[in-house]
Every structure is written in C-alpha cells, then in structure tokens.
C-alpha cells in the first residue's frame, strides 16, 4: 500500500513538472499569437500583455500578407526546404549507409573525417570563398548546397542502418541483388521511420535559414522568408512612437513571428510518430 502511495506521488510530481514544462514552451507563443490578433488599442490598456485576447483584428496579418515581397520569400523558402530536404535525404542515405558497413575500404578514415567536421569548423571566410569560388553566391542553391550533408544527421542515420540485420542483406545477395537494389528495396523500406525524422531536422534548418542569404545574396528577389520578415520588424522600429502608423508597429512584430513561424508548426504534427519512433531505433543496437 505504501508503495503504492508512493508510486502515485511520484507519478503526479512528474506530470506536474511536465506540465510546467509545457507551458513554459506555449506560454511565449500563445502571447505572440494573442498580441497579434488583439486591437493595438486593447494592447496599450493592457500595458502590452495580453494572453486571450478579447477583441480580434487581422489588420496586422493583412498588412503583412498583402506585400508582394513576403508572398514571394515564402515561396523561396518552401523551394529551398522541399528541394533542400530531399537533396539532404538522398545524400544523407548513399553516405550513411555504406558507412554502417564494417567491410567497407576506409571506412574508418571517412568516419573520422565526419566527426572531425562537428569538432573543428573552416569558419566564414574560407566558407564563403568557396562558395563563392564555385560560382553559387547570389543562387539560391547557396542555401541548398553548402549544407547538402549534416554530419550529426548522417551519424545518426548510419547509426540506425547499423542496426539493421546483417542477415537480410547476405539473404538479398545470394538471390543476385544489387546493393543498390538492397538499398532501394529492403533498406528504404525499414527506413522510413528514421528519414522522417532526419528529413524534419532538415527541414526545419532550411525553413529557418537566415545567416546563409544574409552571407551569399545580395538580391533581394532571392531572400527567403526569414530575411524579409526580419526586414519589417526592423523597419517598424523606427515607427514605434509615429502616432500616424496605420498599422501599430507591435502587433506587425508579432504577426511577423507568427507568419514566419507556423507553417513549420503545422507539419511537426504529421510527422510526430516517425520522429518518435525513427530517434528510438536509431538508439537501440542489435
């Protein structure tokens, strides 16, 4: 009985923690989002907090929504994330996977190499000259290429394949199959768990892109959303005290943060149950 008393405690300190702990991560959204659609009018009578809004506008989103500019930097950033995601996803496979085989020439030395890139970084200079030298500044493959492989991403991917039964594969080559007819036919499938979850990390890095276009682009037409929007908050700084602004500068802030930030909310959801999943077989080895 006492360790049943126990047992109970323990349980309801944990969702109690946990709960406090997830409202630590909604409570500043749900500001945002409140701030964004309540009146500029109600925010000043509330001294700028408001957490339910009581009166609704989407001036600000229509304000924010109606530039051409930031239609045209959510369509970049969408290209660069799928096309990006799935270049990272292809590369990230033909490298993990031969690298989980322990019989392959090399392997080792490639392996250190990998490591060693998450240890010790060229720095932004000699990152630029390259880029620059191989002709993508001013491209939006300049937010694509650069980072086409991610080394903790690809170790644990490699990790994962690492797992897999050796088994399987002697099975697939004595019936005359390929490796490449192994990756595309036994390993993608068993994959899929795991190349969501990569594929979100990914996704999520190129969705928030913001130093790469600021170092290699300087036209505009080619600025993803993140830049742009950081453009407008920094344009309406100057605005804050201006009595004629048609539309008040705080809640442009915070729509801007919204519009920028949802969309990659909304996918998280979809792809929830892979990303458990792919992160618990990635750590379990046999």
């Known amino acids: 009985m006492v360790n049943k008393v126990k047992k109970h405690s323990f349980d309801f300190i944990i969702i109690v923690l946990l709960l406090l702990i997830a409202a630590t991560a909604v409570f500043p959204l749900l500001y945002v989002l409140s701030a964004s659609l309540t009146p500029y009018s109600e925010v000043l009578k509330n001294g ?23 239609i045209h930097a959510f369509g970049v950033t969408v290209f660069v994330t799928i096309v990006g995601t799935f270049i990272n996803l292809i590369l990230s496979l033909l490298m993990a996977f031969p690298l989980s085989r322990k019989n392959i020439p090399g392997r080792t030395f490639i392996l250190f190499l990998v490591v060693l890139t998450l240890l010790v970084n060229g720095g932004i200079i000699p990152t630029y000259i390259v880029v620059h030298a191989t002709g993508l500044t001013n491209t939006i493959w300049s937010m694509i290429v650069p980072n086409a492989i991610a080394a ?15 088994e ?65 908050i920094m344009q309406t700084q100057d605005q804050l ?38 992160m618990l077989l990635g750590s379990i080895k046999g």
């Open 152 to 166: 903790f991403n690809l170790l644990i991917m490699k990790s994962f394949f690492e797992t897999l039964p050796e």
């Open 241 to 278: 005290n201006n009595p004629d602004v048609s539309i008040p500068t705080v809640t442009i802030q915070m729509a801007s943060v919204i519009v920028a930030s949802l969309p990659i909310i909304l996918v998280y959801p979809f792809v929830q149950k892979y990303f458990m999943k792919g």
């Open 168 to 232: 399987l594969f002697e099975a697939a080559r004595m019936d005359g199959a390929n490796e490449f007819y192994i990756l595309y036919k036994i390993v993608l499938p068993l994959s899929i768990p795991v190349m969501m979850t990569i594929g979100l990390f990914y996704a999520a890095g190129h969705w928030n892109e913001f130093m790469q276009p600021l170092l290699y682009i300087t036209d505009s037409s080619l600025f993803p959303l993140q830049v742009v929007i950081r453009d407008i």
């Open 48 to 70: 700028g907090f408001i957490l339910l809004p009581k009166k609704f506008t989407l001036a600000a989103y229509n304000e924010i929504l109606g530039q051409s500019k930031v």
